[in-house]
Each structure stands twice: as structure tokens, then as C-alpha cells.
């Protein structure tokens, strides 16, 4: 498709799992998308669905309306924002800045406040639903900022996602984004307890996972989780690595505000422990192999 021109041009940072998809479902919407990123690969990849590679991020935001940044990690974050050749001193007064990362709520808060001071607007905007809600486009995304950017930028946000929500003011959508990611370590981890005590027990696995999803224990989790459970196949659509990053995203910002999450602490543990036994590198759901060890059980 044509790029509409009387749509925002963008340039997005960081395509990787999540934000190659994403790109690319813009550019399939007619926005004119110009990319960067470390791997050349990735930038041949972006090139072939439409959209422009970029030698910078300089040379990438220069001319955009808005900047997108899809990144690991706090680090890259403010690697791709600060300095002379970073988002903020080389986007042009007035564009829209959208971090799409999984940060601290603090890290976007000061992100903002930066933003601000060099003419920028900013929000926080994570998302939830892995590789293949980013590649259907049917993405939850959880915003934090002011009111009349999310009314700016919720065109371009809806065409990533089906659940578009300001939540707050900045640092708002870190917070739920890790109240989210809380939500889905916990859930996997009694999924994959679940899987081993069926299996152990001789139940059917498939029929009994059939069953449990159209029940109460039914959840999008187990539901986009039953494959690699059942398949074995811990193909990274989010890795592990990232959920550990991101438990301890909730477990600093639940000390901050005085909350208690116990079964999160413990989570986070687990998932920390299945990173040192090298499997960091695969999908979350590969928590059913942690459980399998503790269970003495051979580990498939």
C-alpha cells in the first residue's frame, strides 16, 4: 500500500520480536515508516515490506511526526534517547515520542520530563500479547501521559492494537504493564505445575487442557500457551530473559509504593532460576521445564 500522506510519518527504533510486526502492520496501514536497529538483517526485512532503512537514529527521527521506540531494556532506552545523536536532541520540536519499551514507571517519568524541556511530547505506551498479537495487530496497549497526546496518537496506536487505554499520566502505563506481566508469570507458572501434575497423574493432556480452557481456569495465557505445552516447543515469542527483566520491574515498583505481592516475589524467583539454568533464551512458557526439574522428571 501507498503511503497516505496525510498520515504522520514515523520512525521506529528497535525491530525485533515485537516491533518488526509492528512496523510493518503500520506500513501495511499506509504510514511511511522509516527504521533502525543494530541488525542489518532487520533493516533488509523492513525494507522489503515498504518502509525505509535508517544509518542512525538521528538520521532515522530527523524529519518524523512521530518516534516509536520498541527496546529490550531500560539501558537501550535511554542509549536511543540521550546524547547528541539520541531521540531528544534530534527529533523536531513538536513530534510525538512514544515508548512502546517495558520500563520502570520511573524511567518514563523522566523520560517525559526530558521530552518536555527539548518541545517533545512523550507517553509510555507497553504492550501485552506477544509475537502474535503484535504480528495479528490485536495488541493491548497500556498508555501513560497526557490526554491530548494519547488523542494524537491513538489513530497509529489502534492499528497495533484492539485494547488502546490511557491510564494514566506518565508512568501510568509502565505501572499496569507490570501489574500485567505479574499477572502472566504468575499464570504460567500454575499452567506449567498443572501440566506436570496431569502428566504424572496419566491424564490426557491435551483433552485436560481442552477442558481447563473453557472453564474458569480458561485464560488467554493458557490459551496462547497450549501448543508449547503440549509440543514442547519453547520457540521465543517473549523470552524468559525478558520476564525476569521485567519481574524485576515488579518487584521494585511494588517495594516503592508499599505493596505486598508474595506469590509475585516468589514467581520471580523461579523464573530467575530457570534463566540460570540457561534458559533464558527460550519462551516464558518454558517455565514447564523449571517444573519439571523440581518434579525430578526428566526435562523435554
Same mark, same amino acid.
Given at each position: 500500500m501507498l ?9 521506529w527504533?528497535?525491530?525485533?520480536i515485537?516491533g518488526?510486526?509492528?512496523?510493518e502492520n503500520?506500513?501495511k496501514?499506509?504510514? =511511511?515508516?522509516?527504521?533502525y536497529?543494530?541488525?542489518e538483517?532487520?533493516l533488509d &526485512? ?5 518502509g ?6 538521528a538520521?532515522?527521527?530527523?524529519d ?14 535511554a542509549?536511543v ?8 536532541? &534530534?527529533a523536531?520540536?513538536?513530534a510525538l ?8 514507571? &520511573?524511567?518514563? &517519568?523522566?523520560l517525559?520530563?526530558?521530552?518536555a524541556a527539548?518541545?517533545l511530547?512523550?507517553?509510555?505506551a507497553?504492550v501485552?500479547g506477544g ?14 501521559g ?12 489502534r492499528v ?11 508512568g501510568a502505563g509502565?505501572?499496569?504493564k507490570?501489574?500485567?506481566q505479574l499477572i ?10 498443572a ?5 504424572? =497423574?496419566?491424564?490426557?493432556l491435551?483433552?485436560?487442557l481442552d ?12 490459551t ?8 514442547r ?12 527483566k521485567d ?9 516503592a ?6 506469590v ?5 524467583q523461579?523464573?530467575a ?5 540457561g ?22
Amino acid at each position: 500500500m501507498l503511503a497516505d500522506t496525510a498520515l504522520p510519518s514515523v520512525a521506529w527504533i528497535g525491530l525485533g520480536i515485537m516491533g518488526a510486526p509492528m512496523a510493518e502492520n503500520l506500513l501495511k496501514a499506509g504510514y =511511511s515508516v522509516t527504521g533502525y536497529t543494530l541488525e542489518e538483517h532487520k533493516l533488509d &526485512r523492513l525494507a522489503a515490506a515498504g518502509g525505509t532503512p535508517a544509518g542512525s537514529v538521528a538520521d532515522a527521527v530527523r524529519d518524523a511526526d512521530v518516534v516509536v521506540t520498541m527496546l529490550p531494556a531500560d539501558a537501550q532506552v535511554a542509549a536511543v534517547a540521550h546524547g547528541d545523536e539520541g531521540v531528544l536532541a &534530534r527529533a523536531r520540536p513538536g513530534a510525538l515520542f512514544i515508548d512502546m519499551s517495558s520500563v520502570t514507571p &520511573r524511567t518514563s &517519568r523522566a523520560l517525559a520530563e526530558a521530552g518536555a524541556a527539548r518541545g517533545l511530547r512523550v507517553l509510555d505506551a507497553p504492550v501485552s500479547g506477544g509475537e502474535a498479537g503484535a504480528v495479528e495487530g490485536v495488541l493491548s496497549v497500556m498508555v501513560g501521559g497526557h490526554p491530548d497526546d494519547f488523542a494524537a496518537a491513538e489513530p497509529l496506536l489502534r492499528v497495533l492494537g484492539t485494547t488502546v487505554v490511557l491510564t494514566g499520566p506518565h508512568g501510568a502505563g509502565q505501572t499496569v504493564k507490570a501489574a500485567n506481566q505479574l499477572i502472566v508469570a504468575v499464570t504460567l507458572q500454575a499452567c506449567a505445575e498443572a501440566v506436570v501434575f496431569l502428566e504424572k =497423574s496419566g491424564v490426557d493432556l491435551a483433552a485436560a487442557l481442552d477442558v481447563l480452557g473453557g472453564g474458569l481456569a480458561g485464560s488467554a495465557v493458557l490459551t496462547r500457551k497450549k501448543h508449547a505445552f503440549l509440543a514442547r516447543d519453547f520457540t521465543p515469542g517473549f523470552r524468559v530473559d525478558l520476564h525476569h527483566k521485567d519481574m524485576g520491574i515488579v518487584t521494585d515498583a511494588a517495594r516503592a509504593v508499599g505493596a505486598a505481592v508474595p506469590v509475585g516475589a516468589v514467581v520471580a524467583q523461579l523464573v530467575a532460576a530457570l534463566r540460570a539454568q540457561g534458559d533464558g533464551g527460550l519462551d516464558h512458557s518454558a517455565l514447564l521445564r523449571g517444573v519439571e526439574r523440581l518434579s525430578g522428571g526428566p526435562v523435554r
